[in-house]
Structures are given as structure tokens and as C-alpha cells.
């Protein structure tokens, strides 16, 4: 199988809205209209709908403040990572009990999706491949992810699994009851 990782782009923002529109959430309809955009929604529950966060992830892509990672079979893409600078998730600290490195520049990485054909792969780790290398020689020190704590499907599991981020020199930084904090320095 020949995956291709293309950083998002205003360019790929037809491919981003046809995979959430089409291609990741068919076990899982209810996420749909998430467009990976809960890490930096912070209005009122009632304005949280498809139609309003597709429209506001657009114009994040066109602004080039939604950040992450396209993988592609075929020229269809067939999974997604968000990963941004932490401070561009405004609500991540609602989430998460963060370690107050101000000073520190930090990726955090927080959702891969694939399609579910395509799942169990290597997909995931071709992402989070090209997330070390690109943020590495971006002047920034530290990767960060927040893996669940119990064993999960491959569609509840879109943190990214513990091994995963083992496997790939991340240290856990704190351990809460559903949650982990790991962290590897670039």
C-alpha cells in the first residue's frame, strides 16, 4: 500500500471536508460533525452542530490556524492527525491538567483518524512520523499527546494508543484516572 502525508493546506481543504464528509465516521455517526474541531471550540453547547464547526474548520484551513496531517491511498485521503501548536487549542485546558511550560514550544498532538478500511495499517505511525520530522526542525522541543487509559476500539482509541507513542520515544509525563500525558523531546 503507497500512503502519501501531505500537510493540510487551503489546497486540501476540498480533500479534509470530503474525508469527515465521507469517509471516517460511518460506525461512529454522531462524531460526524466534529470536523476535529472540539480542541478549539469554546462556545456554548447549544451552537456545537455540522454545519456551523464544517463552516468555522473551512475557514480555519484557509487562515492556516487548523494545523495537522493528511494521509492519502490512491490520491483519496484516508486519515487525518490534528497536531498544532498547544497554545492554538483553546480548549484544551479544559480537558486536560497541562504541566505550565510557558516557556517551552509544544506540539500537542491530539486525534488521528482513519478510515476504517484502512485502520491497523501503519497509518497512524506514517503520521505521527511526519509530525516529529516537520515539528522537529521548527524550533519546537517537545511533542505531547493525552492517550485514553483503558483499552479501546480503533474508533474510540483517535488520541492515538499508548504504544504507539512508546514505540516512538515518549515518556509519560503524568497519569490521570482516564487519561495520560506523554511527552518526547525533539
Known amino acids: 500500500m503507497d500512503i502519501i ?24 455517526p454522531d462524531w460526524s ?36 496531517y493528511l494521509a492519502y491511498s490512491n490520491n483519496t485521503a484516508v486519515g487525518w492527525c490534528n497536531a498544532n501548536d498547544r497554545n492554538n487549542y483553546q480548549s484544551l485546558r479544559n480537558i486536560y491538567t497541562l504541566d505550565e511550560d510557558s516557556e517551552a514550544k509544544i506540539c500537542s498532538v491530539v486525534c488521528f483518524l482513519i478510515s476504517p478500511e484502512f485502520r491497523r495499517k501503519g497509518i497512524a505511525k506514517l503520521l505521527l512520523d511526519r509530525i516529529i520530522e516537520d515539528y522537529g526542525s521548527n524550533d519546537y522541543e517537545y511533542l505531547e499527546a493525552y492517550p485514553l487509559k483503558d483499552d479501546h476500539s480503533c474508533e474510540k482509541n483517535y488520541r492515538g494508543p499508548l504504544g504507539l507513542y512508546e514505540e516512538n520515544n515518549f515518556k509519560l509525563l503524568k497519569e490521570f484516572d482516564k487519561y495520560r500525558i506523554v511527552r518526547r523531546e525533539l
Open 5 to 28: 502525508i501531505k500537510k493540510i493546506s487551503p489546497e486540501l481543504l476540498d480533500d479534509y471536508l470530503f474525508f469527515f464528509d465521507n469517509m471516517v465516521f460511518s460506525e461512529n
Open 33 to 68: 460533525k466534529c470536523y476535529c474541531y472540539s480542541f478549539h471550540f469554546t462556545g456554548p453547547d447549544e451552537s456545537w452542530n455540522k454545519k456551523a464547526n464544517r463552516a468555522a474548520v473551512s475557514k480555519m484551513i484557509q487562515e492556516d490556524k487548523l494545523r495537522g
